[in-house]
């Protein structure tokens, strides 16, 4: 389903709520791009945005949410329009986050603390250039910018749930 190096957790939750992989080339399909955000972790409840930009510019979201608690039950689903303005505002937060450049990160160890817990937020991006993932902790090592990226997307689609799982962000800058 998705690049090997991903969390296994990923792995089995994207077929249960009826996601493709992105990283195929054969999975831009007709579209411009094709942007995912998932964002799990400790609390059950996990919530998924898959974007489907048009050569246009426009978009389509499709916003997943399920119980990882409760394997069978249903994920619930919806679609919302993005305009060409609203893909535009999204691709500035990416571009201020450096997202694509955002390495992966799981925990962080300060000399008098670690940080294991959290959500862990999982970009994805498939264009005509290949294939990119970024994955960072939004409690524990996720620069602010990241989460504003994450944030915005859920902004975008009008998902507070998927806000209530993630920190309020300052600045942009960290």
Same mark, same amino acid.
């Given at each position: 389903?998705?690049?090997?190096?991903? *969390?296994?957790?990923?792995?089995?939750?994207? +077929?249960?709520?009826?996601?493709?992989?992105?990283?195929?080339?054969? $999975?831009?399909?007709?579209?411009?791009?094709?942007?995912?955000?998932?964002?799990?972790?400790?609390? &059950?409840? $996990?919530?998924?945005?898959?974007?489907?930009?048009?050569?246009?510019? /426009?978009?389509?979201?499709?916003?997943?949410?399920?119980?990882? &608690?409760?394997?069978?039950?249903?994920?619930?689903? %919806?679609?919302?329009?993005?305009?060409?303005?609203?893909?535009?505002?999204?691709?500035?937060?990416?571009?201020?986050?450096?997202?694509?450049?955002?390495?992966?990160?799981?925990?962080?160890?300060?000399?008098?603390?670690? &940080?294991? *817990?959290?959500?862990?937020?999982?970009?994805? %991006?498939?264009?005509?250039?290949?294939?990119?993932?970024?994955?960072?902790?939004?409690? &524990?090592?996720?620069?602010?910018?990241?989460?504003?990226?994450?944030?915005?997307?859920?902004?975008?689609?009008?998902?507070?749930?998927?806000?209530?799982?993630? +920190?309020?962000?300052?600045?942009? /800058?960290?």
């Amino acid at each position: 389903m998705v690049p090997p190096h991903l *969390d296994a957790v990923y792995l089995d939750d994207l +077929p249960d709520v009826n996601e493709q992989a992105l990283w195929p080339d054969r $999975s831009l399909k007709q579209f411009k791009a094709r942007y995912r955000l998932t964002v799990m972790g400790i609390v &059950c409840r $996990s919530y998924l945005v898959r974007i489907d930009q048009k050569v246009a510019g /426009d978009g389509i979201a499709t916003v997943k949410s399920w119980n990882r &608690c409760k394997r069978d039950t249903p994920y619930e689903e %919806r679609a919302v329009y993005l305009t060409t303005a609203k893909m535009a505002e999204f691709d500035a937060i990416a571009k201020r986050a450096r997202l694509w450049e955002t390495a992966q990160q799981f925990w962080r160890m300060d000399d008098d603390a670690i &940080c294991v *817990d959290g959500e862990e937020m999982i970009f994805e %991006r498939r264009d005509i250039s290949g294939y990119r993932v970024a994955q960072a902790n939004a409690q &524990c090592e996720a620069p602010g910018a990241v989460v504003l990226a994450a944030r915005t997307i859920f902004e975008l689609v009008h998902e507070r749930g998927g806000l209530d799982l993630l +920190p309020e962000v300052m600045s942009s /800058d960290d």
